[in-house]
């Protein structure tokens, strides 16, 4: 048998640590979109080399994160009304399939789980964290569907809104009125009521949108 080269996995490991670490930092708006990165200053912060870091940055360009522009080199994606719009339609297509397999296959214990998200978003004050919670919720009412490239898709898609949930839901006092929705949608659940679960699926996901639509229209440095 092969020996395996243990500094070879070591390596391979770093590129997906600095993703994580940079993603975390878009995510939580403390990289705002069109926000420059200099790779020669990241690998030096990291304390990695430059191909280290390039494949790092490559990972969160394929999440649609960032984007290499010419003569500019890499920087935080930004989302236009139409973009975001058009990641909105999709999400709508693959979640509500999602949550259509995944009803059947529902069990007690993804339903508590799902409750105690519930329950945490609920009264959570933090807004970086009330987005986890919220990602949490979704991800919990999809994983019974047990198809992991449907879930990767729905994951990468998440992130490139969940940034913005962090100022919008809070600004515009829409976290009610979302978190009602989400009690609404698991309810259906429970009742392995397909057709009603979807359809409220469908109608918080719009709503969502014409909440993002609002706020990115009047936030162009985010």
């Not at 670490?21 to 069109?34: A, N, P, Q, V």
């Not at 994951?155 to 839901?169: E, K, P, Q, T």
């Amino acid at each position: 048998m092969e020996k395996i080269n243990i500094s070879s996995i070591k390596t391979m490991m770093i590129p997906e640590k600095i993703s994580n670490t940079l993603r975390h930092d878009i995510l939580t708006g403390t990289l705002k979109g069109g926000t420059p990165l200099k790779q020669d200053a990241l690998a030096q912060s990291f304390n990695v080399s430059i191909s280290a870091l390039r494949e790092a940055l490559k990972i969160l360009e394929n999440e649609d994160l960032i984007e290499f522009l010419p003569n500019r080199g890499a920087s935080v994606t930004t989302l236009s009304s139409k973009k975001a719009w058009e990641i909105y339609q999709i999400r709508i297509f693959l979640e509500t399939g999602a949550l259509e397999l995944s009803i059947p296959q529902m069990n007690e214990n993804i339903l508590a789980k799902a409750e105690k998200y519930l329950q945490e978003e609920k009264t959570c004050t933090d807004p970086a964290y009330y987005n986890e919670i919220n990602s949490l919720f979704h991800e919990c009412l999809y994983e019974a569907s047990e198809n992991d490239k449907l879930l990767d898709m729905i994951r990468v898609l998440h992130n490139n809104v969940a940034r913005y949930l962090i100022f919008y839901l809070d600004q515009m006092h829409y976290r009610e009125f979302s978190h009602q929705e989400h009690c609404a949608i698991l309810a259906a659940c429970r009742e392995k009521n397909i057709t009603k679960a979807k359809r409220i699926l469908k109608k918080h996901m719009q709503n969502a949108w014409k909440q993002f639509d609002k706020y990115i229209k009047n936030h162009h440095d985010l």
